[in-house]
C-alpha cells in the first residue's frame, strides 16, 4: 500500500471511530474513503466492517461506566443484534454483488436523511411512546432488524440505534449511547468474523483502519460526554450525499 493511501486510511478510520463512538455514521467516512482508492464496493464493505470493528471495541470500552447495571439489557438486545447482525452479512454474501453495488447509493441517502432527521424523530416518538420501563418485544424487533441492516451495509446503524433506545428505554442519555456503542459491536463483530471466515479482506487496509478506529474511540469517548454533534453531522451528510451522486452518475 502506498504511504499516502495508508495515512488516508488511518485518518478515515480515525474519524469513523470518532464519530461512532459519539454519533454513529461513521461508515460514510471510511467506505467512500475506500472507494476513493480503488476498491471494489463489496470488497470495501467487507474490509470496513472489518476495520472498524476494533474501534467500536475501543468505544464501548471508553463508555464503560455508563455501562454498569445494564448487563440484563443488554443479554437481551445483544441477542436481537447477534442474530441481525448474522442474517445481514449472509445476505451480503449470499447475493450477487451487482445487487450490494445498485443499492449502495439508496443506503448511503438513507444513512444521511436518518442522520438528519434522528433528533426530531427520537422526539416525536418519544412523544407518542405508550411504554418507555422496558422496551419489550418491540424494541428487541427493531434492534433485530438494525443489526440486519449493519451486517449487510451499516453506515448509520448508531444512529438508528440510539433513536430506538431513546424511545422505548427510559434512562439517560449517555448510558443509552453506551448501550449503543455495545449493541454496533455486537452487530459488526458478528458480520466481521463470518466475513474473516469465508470472504475475502484486503488484511492492509482493514489494519490501518483498525488502529485509527481504535484511537479514534478512545478520543470520542473523551468529548462525546460534552460536543454537540450539529457540527458532525453536517461533515457526514455532505459526505454521504456526494458519494451518493458519484455513485449514481
Known amino acids: 500500500m502506498h504511504p499516502l493511501d495508508a495515512l488516508a486510511v488511518f485518518g478515515a478510520g480515525l474519524a469513523a471511530g470518532t464519530i461512532n463512538t459519539i454519533v454513529g455514521s461513521g461508515s460514510l467516512v471510511t ?20 476495520g472498524i470493528v476494533p474501534g467500536s ?14 448487563k440484563r439489557r443488554l443479554l437481551v438486545l445483544g441477542s436481537a443484534s447477534l442474530a441481525g447482525g448474522l442474517l445481514g452479512s449472509g445476505l451480503l454474501l449470499a447475493l450477487p454483488g451487482s445487487v450490494f453495488r445498485r443499492i ?6 438513507l444513512a444521511c436523511l ?19 420501563e422496558h422496551g419489550g418485544a418491540s424494541l428487541w ?18 444512529v438508528i440505534l440510539i433513536a430506538l433506545l431513546a424511545t422505548f428505554l427510559t434512562d439517560e442519555l449517555n448510558r443509552l449511547n453506551a448501550t449503543k456503542n455495545v449493541l454496533a459491536l455486537i452487530a459488526n463483530g458478528t458480520a466481521a468474523l463470518l466475513f474473516i471466515s469465508v470472504s475475502h479482506v484486503a488484511w492492509a487496509v482493514a489494519g ?14 473523551l468529548i462525546g460526554r460534552r460536543l454537540p454533534p450539529a457540527l458532525l453531522r453536517v461533515v457526514i451528510v455532505c459526505v454521504g450525499v456526494t458519494v451518493a451522486v458519484l455513485l449514481l452518475v
Do not use: C, D, M
Open 104 to 109: 449502495v447509493p439508496a443506503l448511503i441517502l
Open 31 to 50: 467506505f467512500p474513503t475506500l472507494l476513493a482508492l480503488g476498491y471494489p464496493a463489496v470488497l470495501a464493505n467487507v474490509t470496513n466492517t472489518v
Open 57 to 70: 471495541l475501543s468505544g464501548a470500552v471508553a463508555y464503560r461506566r455508563e455501562l454498569k447495571g445494564q
Open 114 to 132: 436518518l442522520v438528519v432527521v434522528q433528533p426530531r424523530l427520537s422526539r416525536w416518538l418519544a412523544e407518542h411512546r405508550e411504554h418507555r
Open 141 to 158: 424487533a427493531t434492534v433485530f432488524a438494525t443489526g440486519i441492516y449493519g451486517g449487510y451495509f451499516g453506515a448509520a446503524q448508531g
Open 208 to 221: 490501518f483502519l483498525a488502529v485509527g478506529a481504535i484511537l479514534g474511540g478512545q478520543l470520542g469517548g
